[in-house]
């Protein structure tokens, strides 16, 4: 249950400005706006990040799924993470982006780390349920985390050199699939076959 309360609680907790609650993320971002800040409209996966949230959620608290060995090792590195993610977003909207959330956002970006280290290195071919609901959904949160953990450190004091200028405002928008990429690399520098959950067959037997 810790799983599910904490997925949904991530999802809400971005509205506390409309309870009269501190200032919206995205006020917060653009008023220490940095070279690599994104886009608005970039931050509009985060409706695909929280249905994948959801999803792994609701999955792994299915009996069929509950006991599977895979998803009793991925099951509290998502929680952790789901709770970082709405501890961050508390915090900022009320105190801004600080080190404090650099903090919490490196702690919500290693749980997921712990994840995808988890997935990488299971020695079995992965099931449709574990690959589509798990696999897929975790590794996409923790490609965008790759990214936002590198904005808040820039964002937050004293990141001056990254701050930008009226005169020259660089938007930088990274797709989920470089970081996750990347993720891939260093599980295969470490003789891991990867994740398998992106369409292409899955070579562990």
Not at 81 to 100: D, H, K, M, R, S
Not at 163 to 185: F, I, Y
Request: net charge positive.
């Amino acid at each position: 249950m810790a799983v599910i309360a904490f997925a949904v609680l991530q999802i809400v907790t971005p509205a506390l400005p409309a309870l009269g609650i501190g200032r919206s993320i995205g006020d917060r971002s653009q008023v220490v706006g940095t070279l690599v800040t994104p886009a608005g409209w970039a931050f509009s996966i985060w409706g695909p990040l929280y249905a994948g949230s959801l999803l792994f959620a609701v999955y792994q608290a299915r009996a069929a799924a509950r006991g599977r060995a895979l998803v009793a090792l991925l099951r509290w590195p998502a929680a952790g993470a789901f709770a970082g993610n709405a501890i961050w977003a508390a915090y900022v909207q009320v105190a801004g982006l600080t080190a404090v959330s650099v903090i919490v956002i490196g702690w919500t970006l290693g749980c997921l780390l712990v994840a995808y280290c988890r997935l990488s290195g299971w020695p079995y071919a992965l099931t449709p349920g574990e690959r589509w609901c798990a696999a897929v959904p975790l590794s996409a949160l923790a490609g965008w985390l790759t990214v936002a953990t590198t904005v808040n450190g820039a964002a937050s004091p004293p990141s001056t050199p990254w701050k930008r200028s009226d005169a020259a405002t660089v938007t930088v928008v990274a797709p989920v699939s470089h970081p996750a990429s990347a993720l891939n690399g260093t599980a295969a520098h470490q003789r891991s076959p990867g994740v398998s959950a992106y369409g292409h067959p899955d070579s562990r037997q």
